[in-house]
């Protein structure tokens, strides 16, 4: 008669078929959200070696690769892609179970993962998880920072629990506005438009522009497109801060969201776009 065993984070499949490791599930599934082992390792606190060992005993257990693995990174097998969603799947209802069981004992616990931007991680979120730490010390926070792209894909597909990010996005997600940011236009301090009271989205049709990068760029773009305007892009930037040195070093002017410039430290010129 065969058994079933439960020993820390495994199970065995009846009949022995497959050793199904909860612990190597989640290890491959952190590889593949960073396309890094090292840092996955860093994430789990786990040294590349033990990460790479990880996977390939779960590789042999199931007897077919996962992974390929190269100079330039790492990606899935055809068969790997197939498995990834079901072993992400037993991942979080293995962590929902565990928060049942904690439930049960009276205890809040568990772990929440964010998916953010830089301003909103900048911002908003050290106050918040201060007070939410101090209320709920027993659940374990997990950041997760991209673009907005990145932040839409990591929720529909489960890596993350929810995510700030700026509309639109899918029709599927459930959104809650938190706040209605303006957006400014940021020029050079010598720049003619330094005079201007206020600056119309005209005005910037012939100046060189430094363009937040494909994932960053959603309300620049629309602003661009409501006005029929196809701006003169210099360069394309992800990193909010490398735009604003851009800007101040006169090689164009930009377009960022206030919540950005309001705590950039020392006195920039932002004026805001009508």
Known sequence: MNLIYVIHKSFLCKRGAIAINLTKYEIFCTVVEFQS?????EKLNLTQPAISHAVSSLEQEIGFPLLIRNRSGISLTS????????????????????????????????????????SVSIQWLPAILK????????????????NYNDIEQWILKGSVDFGFMALPVSGSLEVMPLKRDK??????????????????????????????????????????SENN??????????????????????????LLPEMILSHIPGKKKHLPCG
Do not use: W
């Not at 082992?37 to 390792?41: E, H």
């Open 183 to 224: 957006i400014f236009c940021i020029v050079p301090k010598d720049h003619v438009l330094q005079k201007e009271d206020k600056i119309n989205i005209e005005q910037l049709r012939e100046e060189p522009f430094i363009m937040p990068k494909k994932g960053c760029d959603l309300d620049v773009k629309r602003i661009f």
């Open 37 to 41: 082992l090292t840092k996955a390792g």
């Open 229 to 254: 305007i196809t701006p003169k892009v210099k360069y394309e930037l992800e990193d909010d801060h490398a735009i604003i040195a851009m800007v101040n070093s006169g090689i164009g002017v930009s």
């Open 131 to 146: 007070e939410f730490q101090q209320k709920y010390p027993l659940i374990e926070i997990e950041l997760l920072e991209g």
């Open 79 to 118: 068969n790997g892609e197939r498995i990834l969603e079901p072993m992400r799947e037993i991942v979080r209802l293995n962590e929902k179970l565990k928060q049942e069981f904690a439930s049960i004992r009276g205890l809040v616990t568990g772990t929440v993962c964010i998916g953010t931007f830089s």
